[in-house]
Every structure is written in C-alpha cells, then in structure tokens.
C-alpha cells in the first residue's frame, strides 16, 4: 500500500483544513487507518484512528472534539477534518495503514501500523 497525503498548509488559530490520504497499489478496505503527527524535536503522536466502515473511530485527547476522520473505500482516501485549529496543533500529519481483521481494536501506537505516507505540513499561526 502506497500512501499519499495532502491538504496541509498554513492556517490562523481557530480556522480549519481537511487533510486526505490517498491510497494506491491495494485497496484501503481491511485495513485499519490512522493518523498521527509530529512537531519539531518531538516524537510522533498518534491523531486518530478509523475502521474499515467507518464506524468505529478513536480519537487522542487533544483531537477530541476538533478533529474528525472519515473514510472513502470507493475513493481508497481517507479524511482528517480538522477544526478550531490552535499553535500546538503545527506539526506534520502523516497516514498510516495496518491490516486488520474486521471487528479489531483500533491502534494507537505508531508501532502497529505497516504502511506510511510522507506526510504534509500544517502550520497553524497564532
């Protein structure tokens, strides 16, 4: 699986962008996806997390409430609406993909997903 993500960019506090993760070489179906982020000289952090439907999703504390994910299988593209966006949020956001059985708990670990995208800044200016 073949992951590319887009959509990120500069952004003032409190605005929004919506990032897409784009699939080729295999279909998203089965797998689980995340995303996750990481700030200058800090470690990756996991963002979300979503199933094969879309039905189940997970979020971190600082995503809760601001964020949502969401998938296309028809499109193999998965979504991160990101709103009410703060300063701490800049970071580049990076997809991942790990295959799992359906019904599986979602991972929050950097660790147990296999595939990753390159990544796309956001910027978010106070």
Known sequence: V?????????????????????ASGHALLAHTMGWFRQAPGKEREFVSAINWYGENTIYSNSAKGRFTISRDNAKNTVYLQMNSLKPDDTAVYLCAAVWAKYGARLEDSARKYHYWGQGTLVTVSS
């Open 2 to 22: 073949q992951l590319q993500a887009s959509g990120g960019g500069l952004v003032q506090a409190g605005g929004s962008l919506r990032l897409s993760c784009a």
